[in-house]
Every structure is written in structure tokens, then in C-alpha cells.
């Protein structure tokens, strides 16, 4: 079966580092997808690749490498507004999005 | 209209009835999606559609149904709602075609409780 696995919970200090690790096991790759939901909203696009290594953008960085079918989002000086959940979503070889239960990120001061 | 448009934001409905949540999308965008959000699980596709005229079955469509009459509106059906269908509703929409990244974008959501 397709299995996209993240941490449940993590807790990080505003103005520090956090990583959040994601593994996926699925039936071919074309592409992983970082999105971002805060409690009570709609998730929104943070990142996509396709391609082995890491992509900038801004305070946050996605890196990936498809022969260890792995992921993570790091994100840099967090602000107490970076709470939230972050999804990592697959998209397969019939180009349909595997989606993982998310990560919920406390910022603590 | 900026973006895609869910009604209603939320309902309480009793069990059997009928409803209709809607979907609107003013991006042209060829393909929207239904999704089920549930505390604990992923996103979980019910519906979609990759044109116009078109519409698929994705992981858990059974007791809802879709129709795509034109490129803006994607309407999810619940023919006679179960308590199980308690959930936070999510369509989204996105630019398939090639070039692009195929990121989705979604609508604020629809809150059903099922009594």
C-alpha cells in the first residue's frame, strides 16, 4: 500500500530551527508537495519538488531525495505564527496526491 | 470573486437528509477535488474531476456524488447523510496542465455535522 509518514507533534521556541521529517512509500513519484494549515483554515501551498535537493524559499527550505523516499521542511527564526500543521503530500505515477496526516507545530516563546 | 468559494461555512443536518455543498472557482482552473478532513487522518480525496464533463472516484467516495456541468462549479451531493459524514469538507482546484506544478488550491471548507 502508499504510506506517507510524518511526526505527529513537535514543539519548537520562537527564533529557532525545526525540521520536520516525512518518508513516503508509494507506487511511483512525481513530485512531493509541503503544505501549511493553520487550526480552522484551508491548507496552503508552501513548496514542491521534484527533483533531489533542497529548494529556498524565504524562512523555509524543502529538501528531498527520492532513492531514501524522503523529505523534510525546515524552518528557520520561527514565529509564534509558524504554529500550525504541515502536510507532506506524494503525487503517485497515476498522478493522484498521497496525503499524510500532518505535523502540528507549537511555537513556544 | 478571488479564488475558490465554499457554502455553506458549516450546517448541522440530520441523519437521511439530503445536501449539496458547493464549490465555486474563478481561476479557470481544469481540475477541482473533493476532501474529507478527519482529526488523526490525512486528507482524504471523495471526488474529482479533471475537466469539464468529466468526474473520477478517488479513496472514499462511497454515499457522496459530483457533477462538473462547467469549468467553475463542482457540486458534492450527500444523497442521505450518515453520522459518519461528520467532517470538515475541502474542494480545491488546480492547473493540471503541463508546466505547471499542479499545486491545489482549496476553499476555506464546510463544516457538516451529521446528527
Known amino acids: 500500500g502508499q504510506n506517507i509518514d510524518q511526526p505527529t507533534e513537535m514543539t519548537a521556541t520562537e527564533g529557532a530551527i525545526v525540521q520536520i521529517n516525512c518518508t513516503y512509500q508509494?507506487?511511483?513519484?512525481?513530485?512531493l508537495f509541503w503544505y501549511q494549515q493553520h487550526a480552522g483554515e484551508a491548507p496552503t501551498f508552501l513548496s514542491y519538488?521534484?527533483l533531489d535537493g533542497l529548494e529556498e524559499k524565504g524562512r523555509f527550505s524543502s529538501f528531498l531525495s527520492r532513492s531514501k523516499g524522503y523529505s523534510y521542511l525546515l524552518l528557520k527564526e520561527l514565529q509564534m505564527k509558524d504554529s500550525a500543521s504541515y502536510l507532506c503530500?506524494?503525487?503517485?505515477?497515476?498522478?493522484?496526491?498521497?496525503w499524510g496526516a500532518g505535523t502540528k507545530l507549537i511555537i513556544k516563546p | 470573486i478571488a479564488g475558490i468559494t465554499q457554502a455553506p461555512t458549516s450546517q448541522i443536518l440530520a441523519a437521511g437528509r439530503r445536501m449539496t455543498l458547493r464549490c465555486t472557482q474563478d481561476?479557470?482552473?481544469?481540475?477541482m477535488y473533493w476532501y474529507r478532513q478527519d482529526l488523526g487522518l490525512g486528507l482524504r480525496l471523495i471526488h474529482y474531476?479533471?475537466?469539464?464533463?468529466?468526474?473520477g472516484k478517488g479513496e472514499v467516495p462511497d454515499g457522496y456524488s459530483v457533477s462538473r456541468a462547467n469549468t467553475d462549479d463542482f457540486p458534492l451531493t450527500l444523497a442521505s447523510a450518515v453520522p459518519s459524514q461528520t467532517s470538515v469538507y475541502f474542494c480545491?482546484?488546480?492547473?493540471?496542465?503541463?508546466?505547471?506544478?499542479?499545486?491545489?488550491?482549496f476553499g476555506e471548507g464546510s463544516r457538516l455535522t451529521v446528527l
Open positions: 480545491a482546484s488546480s492547473d493540471s496542465t503541463s508546466g505547471s506544478t499542479g499545486e491545489l488550491f
Open positions: 481561476m479557470r482552473h481544469n481540475a
Open positions: 474531476s479533471n475537466t469539464a464533463g468529466t468526474t
Open positions: 508509494t507506487s511511483g513519484f512525481n513530485g
Open positions: 519538488n521534484v
Open positions: 503530500a506524494v503525487l503517485d505515477s497515476n498522478y493522484q496526491l498521497i
